[in-house]
């Protein structure tokens, strides 16, 4: 026997069919073995045995053609359970697990498109909610807006001031409130 060929599929099922059906063939024998040997116990009787000792005696000795008939059918389905196991576990793995890669990146990348489409309408949101003029109704298409520009010459005009907005920077808050009578 060449123990390489156990490591191919051809050559494993052949051992594992060869080695069942003579499990299957052992089990068959025991059986039979055991079924003669009871009944022939069971019709032999010996000096001094009560009214049950042959039936006794004959379920004694069968009992264990009985086990090795047992164990030679449990033998039999190692031996099938012996080339599934190899062929899921060795032969069909490198199929399986580049499946397996194969829906990972599939999940992967529809994650990324979700998150992609997400982020987009975000920021479709975000644009659409900043270039709107308060006077446009929601959801009608933004107009463009006319660029404002900074003036770093003289910085008090880029805003208006409120209450004396022509007056000089340099007043103090106690000069927009008039004092009162009682004070």
């Known amino acids: 026997m060449d123990i390489n060929a156990l490591f191919t599929d051809e050559g494993l099922r052949a051992f594992t069919a060869t080695v069942r059906d003579q499990h299957v063939r052992d089990a068959q024998q025991y059986g039979q073995?055991?079924?003669?040997?009871?009944?022939?116990?069971?019709?032999?009787?010996?000096?001094?045995?009560?009214?049950?000792?042959?039936?006794?005696?004959?379920?004694?000795?069968?009992?264990?053609?009985?086990?090795?008939?047992?164990?030679?059918?449990?033998?039999?389905?190692k031996a099938e359970a012996l080339y599934a196991t190899y062929k899921n576990e060795v032969l069909e793995l490198p199929q399986r697990r580049a499946a397996a890669e194969a829906r990972k990146l599939e999940r992967k990348q529809g994650r990324q498109a979700a998150l992609g489409a997400a982020v987009a309408k975000s920021l479709d949101k975000t644009v659409t909610a900043l270039n709107t003029p308060t006077e446009q109704a929601p959801g009608a298409v933004p107009q463009a807006r006319a660029a404002e520009f900074v003036t770093p010459d003289n910085p008090w005009n880029q805003w208006p001031m409120a209450a004396g907005g022509e007056q000089a920077p340099t007043r103090t808050i106690n000069d927009y409130f008039a004092k009162g009578e009682g004070q």
Do not use: F, N
Not at 45 to 74: F, H, T
């Open 33 to 77: 073995i055991a079924d003669i040997v009871r009944r022939r116990l069971e019709q032999t009787p010996i000096e001094g045995d009560r009214w049950m000792s042959k039936k006794l005696r004959a379920w004694k000795v069968s009992r264990q053609l009985k086990a090795m008939q047992k164990a030679s059918g449990e033998a039999a389905s």
